[in-house]
């Protein structure tokens, strides 16, 4: 039985209504061609995309977009040695690439919050899922057990937080990706009765500039910054272990990434 | 001699021909009152405000919003007691606040950036000022070293890094704050022919992304980003001595803050 690139696509836009002006489109690639093997990644970078090469995939799935921009304002680099060698590597290998980004999160609930939650084995704690936050209540931990514990669970050197160490949480937001901006943090925080947001990226002067102020009154919230990567790659971990199981011919691959900062 | 709140901030707006929509506007306090003391921050936290009252200053100038959005988006946190608690607070104090930020930036050069060259002391390298970034050409240094030396200059505990620590780096772009984001940073690299951006914030999987494709392909670049409050708190540093020249009679305190992330 022979899939195409369309087939893939279609199968993995099918659980949501269709979306217009979305960023979901296929990049580069032929949607009629037969899929030899697909590979799965949080952002097509150069290495990964050579990676996906010799590991004979000819259909790589994104969650992010393959120039730096999320709405593919390919002027910005268009003149970039940079943007022109990555560039010829597809275009020269005929890899298909796909970027898989509103539709994973609009699924029900949000396919990348699942595979977070799942990473860091908080499946039972989840009280509900929202369109862009899940809302767990876990066992009593310090600000700081809490750090180690996702450091350990998630495979990350470090994160950053705000708020007193020692405090302890038990509700806790999580927002995957850039959801860490204070018009989806700040009235979570109130409206749920938190005491610890954890988040992918946001601005540094809104929802942690917030914490600074509740902590300076006596107020127990905290603030943890995972990365925008750190957060969303396990979301397409978890993507390439359903992929594998609906297409069981097909060899699939998720290729992860080294962290993008050193800490220095 | 009696020096009014308005009179102060027309001052500051002197320099720069009128901006339309601005944000920079007197938050709290009457612009008829006498100054009797001028703190300066870059984000007037609640801490901060406190700190001012205690000083004695009856007017506190802000490079960022009291209320953790960029465009008092008050009904993101007008239900929270901690916005409340604040604005109690400067309420019953009856301080003037006002927000100093698209002016001083307008400043030729930018003078938020002319602290920031100032405090690093690199004055005597800088090559030309642009309205949104400076280029500097220092003596070769590697990007270690370079992360060291702004380290012990701006009296910081980290910074964060994407390319080779050893690659050594002459031709450097500065943007403060919020300018660190692809469509700013990357037509630079190629531009200026620069080794190294020195951001304060920006998204994640942009310039960060487009660094280490570049590093993947051989080319040597490197990004630093130094945290939003970082690269501006010094440009309003340097706005306090300048003001102290203006108002020789009137006290005036630069009120710093702790860095708003600890690294775990």
Chains 1, 2 share one sequence.
Not at 80 to 106: N, T, W
Not at 194 to 207: A, H, V
Request: with cysteine; proline share 6%; hydrophobic share 40%.
């Amino acid at each position: 039985m022979t899939i195409t690139v369309q087939a893939v696509l279609d199968k993995l836009m099918e659980p949501v209504n269709k979306i217009p002006n979305t960023v979901d489109t296929l990049k580069f690639g032929d949607p009629n061609m037969v899929v030899k093997g697909i590979a799965i990644t949080f952002m097509a970078t150069q290495k990964v995309i050579e990676r996906a090469i010799n590991l004979g995939a000819n259909l790589l799935i994104t969650h992010e977009g393959l120039f730096y921009s999320h709405i593919d304002h390919i002027e910005i680099v268009e003149e970039s040695p940079v943007y022109l060698e990555k560039r010829r590597l597809i275009k020269e290998s005929g890899i298909a690439i796909y970027r898989f980004h509103d539709y994973i999160h609009r699924y029900q609930p949000d396919g990348i919050m699942v595979g977070l939650i799942e990473a860091l084995g908080w499946k039972t704690y989840v009280e509900k899922n929202q369109p862009t936050s899940t809302i767990v209540k876990i066992p009593s931990m310090s600000l700081r057990e809490i750090a180690e514990y996702v450091k350990g669970k998630l495979g990350i050197e470090f994160v950053r937080t705000v708020g007193n160490l020692d405090g302890t949480c038990t509700r806790i937001g999580l927002l995957a990706g850039y959801r860490g901006g204070g018009s989806l943090s700040i009235p979570l925080f109130e409206k749920e009765k938190l005491d610890l947001i954890i988040s992918g990226e946001g601005p540094e002067w809104e929802t942690p500039e917030f914490i600074r102020d509740a902590v300076y009154q006596g107020k127990q919230k905290a603030l943890m910054v995972l990365g925008h990567a750190e957060s969303e790659a396990p979301g397409m971990k978890y993507l390439a272990e359903w992929i594998e199981t609906i297409f069981p011919g097909i060899p699939v691959h998720f290729i992860p990434e080294k962290p993008i900062f050193q800490v220095v």
